[in-house]
């Protein structure tokens, strides 16, 4: 079993992705957020993802919403084609 940890801004959105390209997606949950700032959210997933030992990747666009918040998701699955 293999887990994931991201940020996003529009978390429907988010896992509807990763359930297009991971096997089994389960336990999707909100883990922390939300953050004013993309910054603070990708601090908080590299902690997290290190805890927990998941995969995560930084980068992602900016929103189009400069005051969107920002949420960390996590889940677990068995494969992922990305």
Request: with cysteine.
């Amino acid at each position: 079993m293999a887990c994931r940890i991201g940020i996003t801004t529009d978390l429907s959105a988010r896992k509807a992705y990763w359930e297009s390209v991971c096997t089994n997606l389960r336990d999707w949950q909100v883990l922390a957020g939300p953050f004013k700032s993309k910054a603070e959210a990708q601090n908080e997933e590299n902690r997290l993802a290190q805890k927990h030992r998941c995969d995560s990747a930084p980068g992602g666009d900016d929103p189009e919403d400069p005051n969107a918040e920002w949420w960390v998701y996590g889940f677990n699955h068995d494969g992922c084609s990305q």
